[in-house]
């Protein structure tokens, strides 16, 4: 079992040749769990997790600056160099200078150190602190590992001397001037753990540190995909590939996963570990028995053709069923009825020489071009040809569908065996309401196989029940309506307690996922004979949601020609002469290019000046109408004061002289008075 230590420094020392290993999330920020939503991939750590860590991809760089205690991210595709730092602490053999020199010894001039003493190899002598690079690695023919090295002496006269890795002594690494690039820094295990500088001359700054950010690929418990997430995560992990090297890790299938297994992976046991959800498209027993912990067993899968059928509408509603090309009941058809005309094209266009008997009286519409039809008459449909006819006297082409029937009446009996049969052709349009029951010559059994073949719809009734079944649901109803054929992805599928008792899962109409199992088959040593479920009866909802897959759109039936009124309905105008017309018309277009958007073409006129007879002094007030105080007839009220005369008014009333004739005359001084006042 491995140390503790964080996400990010255990991938960053990684080396990816040891892939995959096993990791146990312990602890950090997230050890109780969180979701995390990266390009659409949501993975969830949680304390105690397993991860199998199966590739890596790095996405970017952290760069941190020492010198400024600052830090940014880089882009993998950065152009710029890097030169690297010597490191200050010294080397004690050649056999150290190899192993941790930044990149492989492979690549020339990679690597330039110096001896702090001087160097005696054999009959060789090397200065102190003279620069040496290491080239190549080689092996003597007594085994002994040698590191070639390049020196260049005083007149710039270049050698080469081998040194075994044994050579002790104290060496110090020196400055190059050699430029790496980020992403030769990042494929170097060596490289990035080292200090780099900046060649770019703008970058103010000290050594830089790079951290390389990389999407995880790993595998969890439970998950049918691949999980990604960064490497940059706060969390700690343990490596535990030790100890759970056997550790098989549960891959969920969805059902169209299952259906693309090769054949030879069946029969095999697996478990439900979701039931489906949304709406129910199945209302079979066998759908009841999907449940979440339940182990199925599964044969096999293939595609398997079906008919969608449906009954009339009863007490149990109307029903609906997938019933499977396996079926053995035998059937006798049905004669269908039909509305309308419409409905006898159609019909006729899948199966020709349609014949069908008139159930109900219709009378004639000569204006429409109706026929009159009698109960009792047999029509065989010929053709439907388009015809053009003219509406009204507007002269204007109207085409109308009509379908070319033969119309024949039969003949009773006690009629002359003379009598030709009373046979014509009818024209009948498609928007003509009928009431039709189809004519069938024969009573005869038929497979399901042979329907098939046939032109669908078809309307059939169950006489003989498939005996493979424990009970066929088919065989109690009056009337099946055999609507279309289609070919459908199914699972082969049964129970444990009842291996040989088989039903097909539909894959397309399953959203249920489920893992493969280590158990054994329920069975000793020969597989049972299989007995299959061929009649799955399915709701309402599967219905319409497989018309809505099919994207089949039916055009509605033709409409029905208006009907003109009479001519006695019709109300009749005056006549205009021909002379008026265009003089309207002409008045009409010049009131219009008169008119604009938000203004007129002409100024509104000003208003005339008022005549000279009128004053501008203001009028003189209308004389007061004489009152006159009549007898009071009811008793004053005593509760409420009465106002009293104004003290001004009354001291010049009780001062005048003047005699006042009446009480007119008496207010009209006292106005006065007041107004003076």
């Not at 092996?139 to 050698?159: F, H, L």
């Amino acid at each position: 079992m491995g140390d503790l230590q964080s996400l990010r420094d255990f991938i960053r020392c990684l080396d990816q040749q040891s892939l995959p290993r096993i990791l146990q999330i312990c602890s950090g920020v997230y050890f109780q769990g969180s979701v995390y939503e990266l390009s659409g991939s949501e993975v969830c750590l949680s304390t105690g997790d397993l991860v199998k860590v199966i590739g890596l991809e790095l996405v970017s760089v952290f760069c941190e600056d020492i010198g400024t205690e600052t830090s940014f991210e880089l882009s993998t595709e950065y152009s710029g160099q890097f030169t690297l730092i010597a490191e200050d602490l010294p080397y004690y053999t050649i056999e150290e200078i190899v192993g941790l020199c930044p990149v492989g010894v492979d690549v020339c001039s990679s690597f330039s150190f110096i001896s702090k003493d001087k160097l005696k190899i054999e009959d060789f002598t090397l200065p102190a602190e003279e620069e040496l690079t290491l080239t190549s690695l080689e092996v003597a023919e007594d085994g002994e590992r040698q590191a070639r090295c390049q020196t260049t002496g005083q007149n710039m006269v270049s050698a080469e001397i081998l040194l075994p890795l044994s050579l002790k002594g104290e060496f110090y690494e020196c400055e190059s001037d050699r430029g790496y690039s980020l992403q030769e820094i990042m494929s170097s295990a060596r490289l990035s753990t080292r200090r780099f500088r900046s060649t770019n001359v703008k970058h103010i700054g000290g050594p830089l540190i790079f951290s390389p950010v990389y999407e995880i690929k790993a595998i969890m418990q439970m998950r049918k995909d691949i999980v990604k997430f960064p490497s940059s995560l706060e969390v700690d992990v343990q490596d535990v590939t030790e100890q759970f090297h056997d550790l098989v890790f549960i891959t969920p299938l969805s059902m169209a996963e299952v259906a693309r297994k090769p054949q030879e992976s069946f029969p095999t046991i697996v478990e439900i570990l979701d039931v489906p959800e949304g709406k129910q498209f199945f209302n079979s027993l066998w759908f009841q028995e999907l449940q979440k912990g339940r182990h199925l067993v599964l044969h096999g899968w293939g595609h398997t053709p079906m008919v969608l059928a449906s009954t009339r509408k009863g007490r149990k509603g109307k029903q609906y069923f997938l019933i499977s090309q396996r079926y053995c009941g035998r059937m006798r058809r049905k004669a269908r009825e039909f509305g309308s005309v419409y409905e006898l094209y159609l019909a006729s266009s899948q199966s020709p020489g349609l014949k069908v008997n008139v159930t109900r009286h219709y009378e004639a519409v000569q204006e429409e071009g109706v026929p009159a039809l009698s109960v009792g008459e047999q029509l065989e449909v010929l053709e439907m040809p388009l015809l053009d006819r003219l509406k009204g006297n507007s002269e204007v082409a109207l085409k109308v569908e009509n379908l070319i029937c033969k119309r024949t009446v039969e003949i009773d009996d006690e009629d002359d065996e003379d009598d030709e049969d009373d046979s014509q052709e009818i024209s009948l349009p498609l928007f003509m309401e009928g009431h039709f029951v189809e004519k069938l010559s024969d009573n005869k059994k038929y497979n399901l196989t042979d329907l098939i073949n046939k032109s669908l719809p078809l309307d059939v009734k169950v006489v003989t029940q498939d005996k493979e079944l424990e009970k066929d649901p088919l065989t109690g109803l009056t009337a099946l309506k055999l609507e279309e054929t289609f070919i459908e992805t199914v699972v082969l599928t049964s129970l444990p307690s009842k291996p040989e008792r088989c039903f097909e899962l539909p894959v397309r109409w399953l959203q249920m996922s489920v893992c493969v199992m280590s158990e054994p088959l329920p069975w000793y040593s020969e597989s049972p004979k299989l007995h299959v479920e061929t009649v799955t009866e399915v709701t309402e909802n599967f219905y319409y949601e497989y018309h809505k897959l099919t994207n089949k759109v039916e055009e509605p039936p033709p409409r029905p020609p208006k009907r003109r009124p009479s001519s006695s309905e019709v109300p009749k105008k005056p006549p205009k002469s021909k002379s008026t017309l265009p003089n309207q018309a002409s008045n009409i277009i010049k009131q219009l290019d008169d008119l604009s958007l938000g203004q007129t073409m002409m100024k509104r006129p000003s208003a005339p000046p008022p005549p000279d007879d009128i004053l501008t002094e203001p009028p003189l007030p209308l004389p007061r109408k004489s009152i006159s105080i009549p007898e009071s007839i009811t008793q004053p009220n005593t509760y409420v004061k009465r106002p009293s005369m104004p003290q001004t008014l009354a001291r010049h009333l009780s001062d005048s002289d003047h005699d006042y004739e009446s009480v007119d005359d008496m207010f009209k001084n006292s106005n006065d008075s007041i107004m003076h006042y």
